[in-house]
């Protein structure tokens, strides 16, 4: 019997033209002959199907031309007149989403309540992760090595700017990096050499997101990328990679306003760090298995080789294409692995305990409350 697979891509987040290109990579590489697919479009709240595979509906998307849907009880609802129509049950929502509400949590949390096997990280690794601010006191923690770095609220900002300034510049120095806290895909993210450029550059981010996140910016360094899933027995860590550009760090241009991917110019497959390679891939996997991560997971690091320390840099918990070009394996078979781990993790999921009191019983005559 086939797995009903339900693919779940858009959300109202910037990246929401990746989630697209993603969802429809996914939809023109799943096995066709082991499941049973049906796209699922996310926008503005709402989920609509039907004439939602193909890239060309999104370029001015009419929402005319296709049907909304409602997630309900674990199954999809088709939307009418005189009531809702039975459309589609999932035995797995693949999760094609990224940043906003399919990243932070808010999709898998809908799918929880819906009792979904879904193949991303959990409602907790995945608000988590989508906060810089938070998950860098959490790498902390795990004792795991971090840029200098210090977070801004807006509030805090438009309250004095140069208070924020100076007490930026008392603990960071300059040239340094200033980012959106809960962004991804590099937008929103400039480079501050001076005080003039980071009031400039802090409140270019504050257009963004409600909290920032300012990083000493390090010299001489590499960007390195390493992925990792759950395969149902073990965590497969990918190779690295160590993309290539011209600026001061990794542009929304760079990444995708080149036919949708990087060309294999643009990186370099493993990363051109030595023996630091192993350090990466050794840090992925115990960040994968101590976070109790499910489905395909990006780790991004800051490599400085001369001084021989690799930085963790951020976690994306629904990367671009899913990442599929850094694993040895055909992007269908990567995807049919990360579909039948979900199943499994559900399946091994334990019921919720039952505990009975008479509490309610004792309260039958109302509940007074003292003035």
Known sequence: MKTRVAVIFGGRS???????ITGMQVLGSIDKSKYIVEPIYMRDGDFYV????????????????????????????????????????????????????????N???????????????????????????????MFESMLLPVVPYEAVGRKEF???????VFSLESFLTYPMIVKPA??????????????????????????????????????NFAEVNCAAYFDGERVVVSKTEQPIHANDFLTFADKYEQGGKMSETTRIIPADIGSLNLVVQAMTERIYRDLDMNGIVRIDYLVDVAKNKVYINEINTVPGSLAFYLFDTDFDKLLASVIESAKKRKSESGAAAHFKTDILSKFKGGVKMRK
């Open 158 to 164: 438009l309250h004095d700017k140069q208070q924020v």
């Open 182 to 219: 809960r962004l991804g895909s590099s937008i929103g993210i400039s480079v501050a050499n001076d005080r003039a450029e980071l009031e400039s550059a802090v409140s270019f981010a504050f257009e963004f997101d409600d909290k920032v996140v300012i990083e000493q910016k390090l010299e």
């Open 14 to 20: 910037l990246e929401h033209d990746v989630s697209v």
């Open 107 to 137: 999709l898998q949390a809908l799918l929880e309540m819906n009792g979904l096997a879904y193949t991303s990280p959990g409602v907790f690794a995945s608000s988590l992760c989508i906060d810089k601010e938070f998950s860098k006191r």
């Open 50 to 105: 039907q004439n939602v595979d193909k890239l060309d509906e999104f370029v001015q998307f009419d929402a005319s031309r296709h049907k909304k849907a409602l997630l309900v009880k674990g199954e999809f609802f088709l939307l009418k007149r005189q009531g809702i129509k039975k459309y589609f049950k999932p035995d797995v929502v693949l999760v094609a989403c990224h940043g906003g509400e399919g990243e932070n949590g």
